[in-house]
T-cell receptor, first 117, second 114 residues
Framework: AQSVAQPEDQVNVAEGNPLTVKCTYSVSGNPYLFWYVQYPNRGLQFLLKYITGDNLVKGSYGFEAEFNKSQTSFHLKKPSALVSDSALYFCAVSSADRGSTLGRLYFGRGTQLTVWP | KAGVTQTPRYLIKTRGQQVTLSCSPISGHRSVSWYQQTPGQGLQFLFEYFSETQRNKGNFPGRFSGRQFSNSRSEMNVSTLELGDSALYLC?????????????FGPGTRLTVT
């Protein structure tokens, strides 16, 4: 069965410092991994994805994530945090056949990122 | 390209009533998925439609149903509303050719059941 764990409910970081939001996953088959961000009273906004290829993927707003198959992790990172990065971050996983739709996404519980000035 | 649109954005209903939510996917996207988001349960998958066919279904009671039209627009219906159905309902669409591709989410419909 597919599942995602985000071990930290909250991450606090000072502006300008690097940030990491952790995610581990469990999936049968090839994993397709995603990060989404949610601002208050808004839907989820796509940040980046890992489908295949390079383990380091770059996404929107300077975010990147590293896929680690042996540790079944897909941590989200940013070299220098901004106050405007403060939001709720979700990791998601799916396992699908090539050429197919994703089917259902399995989401983590979310991590609230707070960046203080 | 316009994003995923959902109507209405806010809805207040009474227990026992039924409700229909609408979702228009990004132009060209044929896959539409629905999710329920609550503080207690997080994001839970309801169902996925592709080419007017339900392809996947989450673990929700039969009171929750959906459909997709030939233009890929989708609706979900909840009958006999319960207080626990109060949630943010999110619709997502994705492209399908040669995928799988990421899902793009709409702003959601905030349903409050009193």
């Amino acid at each position: 069965a597919q599942s995602v764990a985000q071990p930290e409910d909250q991450v606090n970081v000072a502006e300008g410092n690097p940030l990491t939001v952790k995610c581990t996953y469990s999936v049968s088959g090839n994993p397709y991994l995603f990060w989404y961000v949610q601002y208050p009273n808004r839907g989820l906004q796509f940040l980046l994805k890992y489908i295949t290829g390079d383990n380091l993927v770059k996404g929107s707003y300077g975010f990147e994530a590293e896929f680690n198959k042996s540790q079944t992790s897909f941590h989200l990172k940013k070299p220098s945090a901004l106050v405007s990065d403060s939001a709720l971050y979700f990791c998601a996983v799916s396992s699908a056949d090539r050429g197919s739709t994703l089917g259902r996404l399995y989401f983590g519980r979310g991590t609230q990122l707070t960046v203080w000035p | 390209k316009a994003g995923v649109t959902q109507t209405p954005r806010y809805l207040i209903k009474t227990r026992g009533q039924q409700v229909t939510l609408s979702c228009s996917p990004i132009s060209g996207h044929r896959s539409v998925s629905w999710y329920q988001q609550t503080p207690g349960q997080g994001l839970q998958f309801l169902f996925e439609y592709f080419s007017e066919t339900q392809r996947n279904k989450g673990n929700f009671p039969g009171r929750f149903s959906g459909r997709q039209f030939s233009n890929s627009r989708s609706e979900m219906n909840v009958s006999t509303l319960e207080l626990g159905d109060s949630a943010l309902y999110l619709c997502a669409s994705s492209s399908t050719s040669g995928g799988p591709y990421e899902q793009y989410f709409g702003p959601g419909t905030r349903l409050t059941v009193t």
